[in-house]
């Protein structure tokens, strides 16, 4: 389990997070979503003992950040968001040196299982330098977990990505979250619908929203909108003056979209309105926020 409680770092003036809280259980892939500048790296950083924060506490497996680096160190993979390497290395060999310096003793082993479960196996004859971007991100991974952390801490892990590397590397990190807690940052919503079962939306150093991706889906930000299809034309004046909508815009044809008040659903009023004006209604959809347009709603 990670605790972070009451977060604050300043980098001098500034003020880089300010007073984040949240918890993360096991089992959990949690992206944390925000802008550049958003204060997600520094966040990182603080958890993985890299720098220390202004205020608060941060504990990892209930060891303190302050009282136990080595420990939290010990039960973390991070991979920071430049994933340094050493590119005169073949990865067997980095793996190894990796391995060595958290003193592993069944060294042979992890480094075969971190290149099997990453993918690496094809591109064994290169040296790190040689690698695409994709075989280096899973270079990366790999050297995140090969001392079988319960806890991943992922920085723009998918970021430079082709299409085809990014589906991959998605599948790695789906499939290591069934077991361990993994937090990963990105600036992208898809990649949250693709891999998080929760996001922690954080901007300007402050968290605007944590919960399921499916939850800030559905909550009412901006309140419902519907689209409506009518068999012929219909006023907008009258459509606007039906209780609860806000905000009517046609769109094409005979088909309007309706912004209604906070959570009101205006589906049977709607329906109702139609018959007493002798409209007929083809259809009523009732449209899904996309995750996108909730990060905006959110951090402007
Ligand atoms: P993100 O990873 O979300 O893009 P960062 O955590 O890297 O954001 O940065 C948050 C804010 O803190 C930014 O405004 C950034 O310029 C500032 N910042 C980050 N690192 C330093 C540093 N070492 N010194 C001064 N300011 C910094
Ligand atoms: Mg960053």
């Known amino acids: 389990m990670i605790t972070v409680s009451n977060v604050t770092k300043r980098y001098g003036e500034q003020l880089a997070l300010d007073n984040v809280s949240f918890n993360i259980e096991p089992g959990e892939i949690v992206g944390l979503l925000g802008p550049n500048g958003a204060g997600k790296s520094t966040l990182m950083k603080i958890i993985t003992c890299f720098i220390p924060p202004s205020d608060g506490e941060v504990t990892v497996c209930g060891h303190s950040i302050f009282d136990a680096p080595q420990e939290v160190c010990r ?53 790190i330098g040689a690698l695409s971007k994709g075989y280096r991100q899973r270079v990366g991974l790999a050297q995140a977990m090969i001392h079988d952390p319960e806890v991943l801490i992922l920085d723009e892990p998918t970021t430079g ?119 007929t209604v083809l259809t009523i959809q009732k449209e899904q926020e996309s995750l996108e347009h909730v990060f905006q709603q959110l951090t402007h």
Not at 84 to 111: C, D, H, S
Not at 175 to 191: D, F, P, R
Request: glycine share 6%; aromatic share 6%.
């Open 75 to 127: 039960h973390i993979g991070y991979l920071p968001e430049h994933n340094p390497l050493y590119t005169e290395m073949y990865i067997p060999e980095f793996l190894q040196f990796i391995a060595g310096t958290y003193g592993l003793r069944n060294v042979k082993e992890r480094v075969e299982a971190m290149i099997q479960l990453t993918g690496l196996t094809p591109e064994l004859g290169k040296r």
């Open 161 to 279: 990505l082709d299409p085809n590397q990014l589906e991959e590397i998605r599948r790695v990190i789906r499939n290591v979250g069934k077991t361990k807690i993994v937090l990963l940052s990105t600036h992208i919503m898809q990649e949250v619908e693709a891999m998080c079962s929760r996001a922690i939306i954080i901007n300007h150093g402050k968290i605007v929203a944590d919960n399921s991706a499916t939850e800030l889906k559905s909550q009412e930000l901006s309140g419902n909108r519907y689209t409506v299809e009518f068999d012929g034309a219909v006023d907008i004046d009258k459509l606007r003056h039906i209780e609860g909508v806000i905000k009517v815009q046609h769109l094409q044809g005979h088909t309007y979209s309706l912004q209604a008040k906070g959570d009101t659903d205006i589906r049977k009023r709607l329906f109702q309105w139609a018959v007493d004006q002798h409209y």
